[in-house]
């Protein structure tokens, strides 16, 4: 869809076929609806944060600058830890799993919506993102199927897990850009949380840290599934082999054939 045909469907609330086929106008308070929008994203804001909202899977979530845009390279890793954990055994006898960095609940949201009964636990750092995830979570009447917590991976990645809690899948989209190229991001991308989007000097600050620390809170045979920067597959693939604990470690491709995507077992 166009950015014109967006809006007037979020603004109509009808489908883009409708726009043509209906032949919908706006009347005069939609008419200033639209204006508003059209000067927001003049002034610099992304689409999504002009509208309030933007689709993930199929599904409506509310979007605002408290949180990163769900992007649609990540409805291909909720369809990838789907398949995986479809044909499993851990996920037969245990359907726990955690998602690091929740953002606006877009991963979660779309696992919870394909694989029920699933139980998740969404930690964030950022208090205004929980906030808002917790709106979407409302917003599909999944409150109850989540836990979120507000803490820093860095520090939570060191408690104690008694075998009883342990999760059979673990999912991060963490923050990947290299903190050097943040300067270099197009300007609407900027106006995203750079909570978000900087991932440490080399942008490898939180995947070093998570698979380091994550073992402990798997159950054996669990799952780890991450979205990476396209240049960070090699890297990957080195920290989770060193590592030695994980097996099945595949670096999967994106729709234009960029690595983008790591999933790998915790031993047996
Ligand atoms: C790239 S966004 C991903 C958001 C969402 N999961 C998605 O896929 O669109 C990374 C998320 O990690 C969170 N985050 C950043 N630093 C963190 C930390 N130290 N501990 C926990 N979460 C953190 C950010 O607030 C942000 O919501």
């Not at 000067?39 to 605002?64: N, T």
């Not at 999912?171 to 850009?177: D, H, K, L, Q």
């Not at 798997?218 to 960070?232: A, M, R, S, V, Y």
């Amino acid at each position: 869809m166009t950015a014109r045909e967006l809006i007037l469907t979020h603004i109509l609330r009808c489908s883009r076929a409708d726009l043509y086929i209906k032949g919908l106008h706006l009347n005069e308070t939609q008419q200033k609806i639209y204006d508003g929008i059209i000067r927001r994203i003049e002034a610099g804001e992304p689409l999504q944060y002009a509208l309030g909202e933007c689709e993930f899977m199929g599904h409506s979530l509310k979007v605002d600058s408290r949180v990163l845009i769900p992007r649609p390279e990540t409805e291909l890793l909720v369809e990838i830890i789907v398949e995986t954990l479809q044909t499993s055994e851990i996920f037969k006898s245990s359907r726990v799993g955690l998602d690091i960095g929740v953002g606006s609940g877009n991963i979660t949201i779309g696992l919870l919506r394909s694989l029920a009964p699933l139980h998740m636990t969404g930690l964030d750092v950022s208090m205004p993102a929980l906030d808002l995830c917790r709106e979407n979570l409302r917003r599909h009447d999944l409150e109850g199927s989540v836990n979120l917590i507000h803490g820093d991976v860095f520090v939570w990645l060191g408690q104690k897990y008694s075998d009883a809690l342990k999760f059979s899948f673990m999912v991060s989209n963490p923050p990947y850009i290299k903190r050097a190229n943040l300067e270099l991001l197009p300007a609407d991308v900027k106006r995203e949380p750079v909570l978000a989007l900087d991932g440490g000097e080399d942008g490898l600050n939180f995947y070093v840290h998570i698979i380091s620390h994550v073992a402990h809170l798997l159950k054996p045979g669990g799952w780890i599934f991450f979205e990476i920067g396209e240049d960070q597959g090699k890297s990957l693939d080195n920290l989770l082999t060193m590592h030695g604990s994980f097996v099945n470690i595949s670096i999967i491709k994106d729709y234009n054939q960029k690595d983008r995507f790591v999933k790998a077992q915790l031993i047996l």
